[in-house]
């Protein structure tokens, strides 16, 4: 597990979207290696509250915002159809400009999956 950087191959995820940027942690994964998965997705073992202190830091966010004002999300492998899912806040997996982008990031392919969770709500689509 590694904060952020320019990525070689596809990876899965925990991401927020601040300021026109990812940030976040990604975990390589083989997926020429898998041919059988005890769970149906493969997922960044950690979570966005867990990270939040470090991502401050790393991107001089003030310590009065919460870990929920930016959009955020993970990439996740489904294991079961063999393709990458980006889930995460609405404002941002419905925007074809963002889908390109992360794409593009994080080296995912054409066939990657894009959805909502109502888990991951920043704090614009609260407030609207």
């Known amino acids: 597990?590694?904060?952020?950087?320019?990525?070689?191959?596809?990876?899965?995820s925990v991401w927020w979207y601040i300021n026109d940027q990812f940030a976040g942690i990604e975990v390589d994964v083989d997926i020429g290696d898998i041919t059988s998965v005890g769970g149906r997705f493969i997922n960044a073992a950690v979570d966005h509250w867990d990270l939040w202190s470090d991502i401050q830091k790393e991107y001089n966010i003030p310590s009065?915002?919460?870990?929920?004002?930016?959009?955020?999300?993970?990439?996740?492998?489904?294991?079961?159809i063999h393709k990458y899912k980006v889930i995460g806040d609405a404002c941002c997996v419905n925007n074809v400009g963002f889908q390109d982008a992360i794409k593009f990031y994080y080296k995912l392919p054409s066939t990657t999956l894009f959805?909502?969770?109502d888990h991951y709500t920043c704090k614009d689509c609260i407030n609207s």
């Open 1 to 12: 597990m590694k904060i952020l950087n320019e990525m070689a191959k596809p990876s899965v």
């Open 115 to 117: 959805d909502t969770d």
């Open 64 to 80: 009065y915002i919460e870990y929920d004002y930016y959009p955020r999300g993970r990439v996740i492998f489904d294991a079961l």
